[in-house]
């Protein structure tokens, strides 16, 4: 029997992959080529191999974009944060209309964000789904969203995202945090870009930094 289980698992794995593209590398190392920022003024550069986000006091959230659109993909980053500073990565997500008359070049970022938040004494909901300024609060439903410690704090955090149809899991660390089945939030958020958050603060706190390494993304078919 556990022959067989193992039987099946290869070759479910083996249907997934094959039906994944090859992975695509989302930061070039030299610059932010393929982004774009939207909204706030956290300041974003590349230092290294990695891209940079620090807070600028009483500025609203911030967002580094993808240029490009993706539907269903699997993607995978390193992310290390400030203890104090929370953030995230939009996935699927576009920007609400801004007024004819507005001087804005960008609307409000919005659609479903994976959460980045340090674990701290108590754990936290790092991993779980966020419907960012859609006006649902946590994707994730509140029987699912137990605090934990799978988040790093101080040190580089590996996640993956599988966004597939409806469904959205994530992973830290190895560790499985979420599994969300969300039919509306597909409706609305089918495909969009990427987005690296540095959330705003408070005038007189920070600056505060986060930095993300090794993007790469791959599209499934």
Sequence with gaps: MKQLLIAVLAITLFAQSSQAEEWTSLFNKKDLSGWIQKNGTAKYVVKGNTIVGTTNEGSPNSFLCSEKH??????????????ALNSGVQIRSKTKPVPKDSDVKFGRVFGPQVEIEASGDKGA?????????????????KEELIPHKHFKDGQWNHYRVVANGSRIQTWINGQQIADLTDEPAFESHPVGFIGLQVHGIKKGTGPYTVAWRKIRIREIK
């Design 70 to 83: 993706y539907g269903n993909f699997e993607l995978e980053f390193e992310v290390k944060c400030d203890n």
């Design 125 to 141: 909901e790092a991993g779980y789904i966020y419907g960012e300024a859609t006006g649902r609060g946590w994707l994730t439903v």
